[in-house]
């Protein structure tokens, strides 16, 4: 069942490893530990699926359900058991052509839009890939020379949060996939959008520099790093979220319709998608339902809205007079705990661009290839949603997709220069 508890700022995250002390059993049993939750979520999460939904893929972007979970075994397979397990022998030597994802330096792969196509191997055989894996990494981990477990558990810590973004991806995408079903199906009957802090007004950033970035010794990604020095404002940050009932608003004015409130590409992709409404949401009977992963229900106005493109919020924060924040903006407000639904209940646009940070340098080797590569043609959201896991959010943590994409629990919150 999905998890609906919003993730409050400052949750620790899943991190075990310090690898500046020596390594002792109290470590190993906590990384095995945390190696077993993350795994057992994953499941948690395909077990309100049948083995019929774990195959559907409904566009390239969006994989199977049984492939997020295969894949994230042959992360382990490929990044952790190879090249450190002695003697280890993969589950099935066909499953790295099958699921390596976009990693060149790993070999080749199966074409992303096709991943829908494998009907084999089956889920109970992906099933048992994954308890091959679960058992060769607890042996490692548990057995490993004491001058190696260090580099494992930074290799292992990765895989968990590697893992992690999949399980989001496991709702959004088999969302998008009940989406082509003419019968609405239910995910969890019991699934619902939490109901982010109501706050009014703005938090107000005087203009000054500022240090933005990862700056602890808990996991961050590479792309957070290095933490660096930043001029913000002034502006204002609205403390809430842009709601249902503010968009309905947007709507009823003819947003979708009105070309000068729209970046050309965001024109194009309106008339291109006939958007008229955010993802998901169906008129009926001259009311507004959406489909959520509780099945179809009525558009809640006191909701954030969700669902919505770059594109769209970019035109929704021009036909408010206002902006989206920067994520260095957005990122200085929530380090001040003052900005109402940062965490867990949608992801916010914001208007910067996903590029390196000054001095990024992607981590040695093939992982190199998780993040760096794709620092161009995409936009920064910040926060999480109520689809990330528990553990998983940070005040740096940095997502990034096309501007067109509104597949993800996406919404946004405003700022403002004038004030
Ligand atoms: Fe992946």
């Known amino acids: 069942m999905a998890q609906t508890a919003p993730t409050p700022s400052g949750l620790p995250s899943v991190s075990f490893a310090q690898p500046e002390s020596d390594t002792g059993q109290d470590e190993r049993d906590a990384a095995i530990q945390a190696f077993r939750d993350v795994r057992a979520e994953t499941e948690r999460r395909a077990a309100c699926l049948s083995a019929e939904d774990q195959v559907v893929q409904s566009m390239p972007d969006a994989s199977p359900t049984k492939w997020h979970r295969a894949h994230t075994t042959w992360f382990f397979e490929q990044f952790l058991l190879a090249p450190q397990a002695v003697?280890?022998?993969?589950?099935?030597?066909?499953?790295?052509?099958?699921?390596?994802?976009?990693?060149?330096?790993?070999?080749?792969?199966?074409?992303?839009?096709?991943?829908?196509?494998?009907?084999?191997?089956?889920?109970?055989?992906?099933?048992?890939?994954?308890?091959?894996?679960?058992?060769?990494?607890?042996?490692?981990?548990?057995?490993?020379?004491?001058?190696?477990?260090?580099?494992?558990?930074?290799?292992?810590?990765?895989?968990?949060?590697?893992?992690?973004?999949?399980?989001?991806?496991?709702?959004?995408?088999?969302?998008?996939?009940?989406?082509?079903?003419?019968?609405?199906?239910?995910?969890?009957?019991?699934?619902?959008?939490?109901?982010?802090?109501?706050?009014?007004?703005?938090?107000?950033?005087?203009?000054?520099?500022?240090?933005?970035?990862?700056?602890?010794?808990?996991?961050?990604?590479?792309?957070e790093q290095p933490a660096h020095r930043a001029l913000v404002g002034p502006v204002a940050i609205a403390r809430g979220l842009v709601t249902n009932a503010d968009w309905l608003g947007f709507m009823n004015d003819g947003g979708y319709a009105r070309p000068e409130l729209w970046l050309s590409d965001g024109?194009?992709?309106?008339?291109?998608?006939?958007?008229?409404?955010?993802?998901?949401w169906r008129e009926a009977d001259g009311r507004w339902l959406a489909l959520t992963?509780?099945?179809?229900?009525?558009?809640?106005?006191?909701?954030?809205?969700?669902?919505?493109?770059?594109?769209?919020?970019?035109?929704?924060?021009?036909?408010?007079?206002?902006?989206?924040p920067s994520e260095t903006e957005w990122e200085v407000a929530a380090?001040?705990?003052?900005?109402?639904?940062?965490?867990?209940?949608?992801?916010?646009?914001?208007?910067?661009?996903?590029?390196?940070?000054?001095g990024y340098r992607p981590v040695e080797g093939a992982l190199g290839e998780y993040n760096g590569k794709f620092m161009v043609n995409q936009m920064v959201l910040r926060g999480s949603s109520c689809a990330t896991p528990r553990g998983h959010a940070r005040a740096s943590y940095r997502n990034f997709f096309y501007p067109a994409a509104r597949w993800q629990f996406s919404g946004l919150r405003l700022a403002d220069f004038s004030s």
Request: aromatic fraction near 12%; glycine fraction near 8%; proline fraction near 7%.
């Open 267 to 280: 024109w194009a992709t309106v008339a291109a998608e006939g958007w008229s409404a955010p993802g998901y």
């Open 335 to 358: 380090r001040g705990a003052e900005l109402g639904g940062a965490f867990g209940s949608v992801w916010q646009w914001t208007r910067s661009a996903y590029s390196p940070y000054p």
């Open 87 to 223: 003697g280890y022998r993969p589950f099935d030597a066909r499953f790295a052509y099958l699921f390596n994802s976009y990693y060149v330096a790993a070999g080749p792969r199966h074409a992303r839009p096709k991943r829908g196509l494998l009907t084999r191997p089956s889920a109970a055989e992906v099933a048992a890939y994954r308890a091959h894996v679960d058992a060769a990494v607890a042996t490692l981990v548990l057995e490993a020379a004491s001058d190696r477990i260090g580099e494992i558990l930074r290799v292992l810590e990765i895989g968990l949060h590697h893992e992690q973004q999949h399980q989001e991806l496991i709702l959004t995408d088999i969302l998008h996939a009940f989406a082509e079903n003419p019968d609405a199906p239910v995910y969890d009957p019991d699934w619902h959008m939490p109901r982010p802090d109501g706050r009014d007004g703005a938090v107000d950033l005087a203009e000054g520099i500022r240090t933005v970035g990862h700056q602890t010794k808990e996991f961050c990604f590479d792309n």
């Open 293 to 324: 992963l509780a099945g179809l229900a009525p558009v809640d106005p006191a909701l954030p809205v969700c669902h919505v493109s770059y594109y769209e919020a970019d035109a929704y924060a021009r036909w408010a007079g206002k902006h989206l």
